[in-house]
């Protein structure tokens, strides 16, 4: 995929769970690429927004899924 084609908009800021060198922030927000259904996206971000690393998104349903599974894992 050409990076012209490749488009995201951070639709709605959720959360920073963490900060590594140079700026960079592991934040949860909530994103639409190439103009899709917003999902929960979970990555890092360089302090202007316009690089990202690795991540993963989630629908709704897959986060609350997660909670759950988080919630039963710290609970032990």
């Known amino acids: ?3 012209e084609d490749f488009r995201f908009e951070i ?3 959720v959360g920073v769970i ?9 934040e949860v927000n909530l994103v639409s ?4 259904e917003p999902k929960i ?3 890092a971000w360089s302090p202007d927004h316009q690089k990202m ?8 349903e897959e986060a609350l ?10 609970a032990e």
């Open 1 to 3: 995929m050409d990076n």
């Open 11 to 13: 639709v709605r800021p």
């Open 18 to 26: 963490g900060e590594g060198g140079r700026g960079w922030r592991t």
């Open 33 to 36: 690429w190439n103009g899709r």
């Open 41 to 43: 996206d979970l990555r």
């Open 53 to 60: 690393g690795k991540g993963i998104g989630l629908t709704r």
């Open 65 to 74: 899924r997660l909670v759950e599974i988080l919630k039963a894992y710290l």
